[in-house]
């Protein structure tokens, strides 16, 4: 269960949708001047080099960020998500990529809070570095599902939470929406991204199916393909679930998800969906 190390698919095509859905949900959030707080169930290390040995063995992020990074006709808000990113590298040298929680370091204020569970013990070290001196932020070493729903409902009355687990236990499935229920029963008004891969179509049917038969209300997701489906070919697309979006998320990855499919697409097969799974 804890094999799972996410520096080798550092700034792939999926990261580059969960980091951008992240962002807009963040900045909109930010907007208002109250408080809120962030959880992240699964927050890896932190931010990843992308001249490690793991992250050079399949090179994922040259067909994900690398691709933006080499491009010269981005929409604004790719421009704006690529701002952020690049602030990670020292003197632009384009040789690092952060992951989640050193997004929400930098997006959140200092009235805000971030809780980052982290069970892998070579992946808590980074993140122990990367927060050492964040006086807002607590890593804590545990199952984030379990960690999450003893959070809730957060004093801020106000937050993300994130959740990406690897779905190396296909029983994760299961988990997230369970874990989600419980949840929205305790912080019915927080927003929640759930990330996930496709690389067997009819798992992500079935958490569609359950979460839209969940009592779970106000549902979008977006969905980032660079192949058709196809199980032999692996992970061909990724997508975020998310409840509560902010108003003007829906019409922001309208607009921008046919440009990464078209840029990030493999062999002309890149696909998006944007779509209402519960209403409001």
Known sequence: MLSYRHSYHAGNFADVLKHLVQQRILAYLTQKDKPLCYIDTHAGAGAYSLNSPEAQKKSEFENGIGKLWSADDLPELVKNYLKLVNQIHPEKTRQHYPGSPWIAKMMLRREDRLFLHELHPSEQAPLNSLFQRDKRAKIRQQNGHQGLIELLPPKERRG?????????????????????????????????????????????????????????????????????????????????????????????????????????????????????????
């Open 160 to 280: 993300l939470v994130l959740i990406d687990p690897s779905y190396e236990v296909k029983d994760e499935y299961k988990t997230v929406v369970k874990t989600l229920k419980e949840a929205y029963k305790r912080f019915a008004t927080g927003s929640y991204a759930l990330w996930y891969p496709v690389v067997e179509r009819y798992r992500i049917d079935n958490l569609e199916k359950q979460l839209c038969n969940s009592g779970i209300r106000n549902i979008q997701l977006f969905e980032l393909g660079i192949r058709h489906d196809n199980e032999d070919f692996g992970m061909t697309a990724s997508g975020m679930i998310v409840i509560n979006p902010p108003w003007t998320l829906l019409k922001e990855m309208q607009t921008v998800l046919p440009y990464l499919a078209e840029t990030l697409g493999e062999e002309g097969e890149g696909n998006w969906r944007a779509e209402v799974l519960v209403e409001e």
